[in-house]
């Protein structure tokens, strides 16, 4: 019993260093060799940590080859645009220029419903105001409106809007995170002076967030909730 547990312990850590060497991606997005890869990676693991007669060092060198050959695979897509068609396919039109393309959809398994789904789900009350519905590589369906039906940014309105970066999270509840601090140019006095305006300890934060141009959003625990700005 303390064999399997050490063995579990062990696979664990070393499944989730080589997962994290893989790179980051949802299940969702994964192509082909990583899909495959990650399937592979379960199995060999689980053999060491349940059969004791296959040595650690056997199944940990099987894990590195199939980590190995992910990493020397996505090497060579990046490299070679014939093979990354190949092993990940290409994009497939299922609605162009407003118009459903049956036979994608036949080839690609994909029902009508399934596309009005995601419509529904992007936002838009019906399939007549999407111009492209797109099947992507990795499975998801992007889908892009006609002009009249899309979103009106500032650009449309001719307005200069300055841009203001992203929000960073520089305290998390109750506490500072200086990473984030410094992305957003700023330092712990700065937080220190919100806070004090604000009327309001460390402690109480749920969460404070800054941008690149200096605006801050405070939120405070349980009923304790406001915003401000900094000057």
């Known amino acids: 019993m303390s064999a399997i547990l050490i063995r579990t312990v062990l696979f664990y850590i070393i499944l989730s260093v080589l997962v994290r060497l893989m790179g980051?991606?949802?299940?969702?997005?994964?192509?082909l060799p990583e899909f495959t890869a990650a399937i592979l990676l379960s199995e060999l693991a689980a053999l060491p940590i349940t059969d004791r007669d296959i040595p650690i060092l056997h199944g940990i060198l099987a894990l590195a080859v199939v980590v190995s050959?992910?990493?020397?695979?996505?090497?060579?897509?990046?490299?070679?645009?014939?093979?990354?068609?190949?092993l990940d396919g290409e994009p497939v039109f299922l609605i162009y220029k407003g118009e459903v393309l049956e036979h994608n959809l036949t080839r690609t398994r994909?029902?009508?419903?399934e596309i009005f789904a995601q419509v529904r789900n992007d936002g838009y009350r019906d399939i007549s105001e999407v111009e492209y519905v797109i099947?992507?590589?990795t499975g998801k369906m992007s889908v892009l409106p006609k002009a009249n039906t899309a979103t009106v940014t500032p650009g449309d309105l001719a307005l200069n809007k300055p841009e203001t970066g992203m929000a960073h999270a520089v305290v998390i509840d109750g506490r500072m995170h200086e990473i984030f601090l410094r992305k957003a140019n700023a330092t712990p006095g700065d937080v220190t002076r919100i806070l004090a305006r604000a009327g309001v300890r460390l402690s109480d934060v749920l969460y404070l967030t800054l941008d690149e141009s200096?605006?801050?959003?405070?939120?405070?625990?349980e009923d304790r909730k406001?915003?401000?700005?900094?000057?």
Do not use: N, W
């Not at 200096?214 to 625990?221: D, E, H, M, R, S």
């Open 69 to 86: 050959l992910e990493v020397i695979v996505s090497f060579i897509c990046r490299k070679c645009p014939r093979i990354r068609k190949l």
């Open 226 to 231: 406001g915003g401000v700005s900094r000057p």
């Open 135 to 137: 099947l992507e590589q």
């Open 24 to 31: 980051k991606r949802q299940i969702g997005e994964l192509q």
């Open 214 to 221: 200096g605006k801050a959003t405070l939120v405070l625990k």
């Open 110 to 113: 994909i029902s009508l419903d």
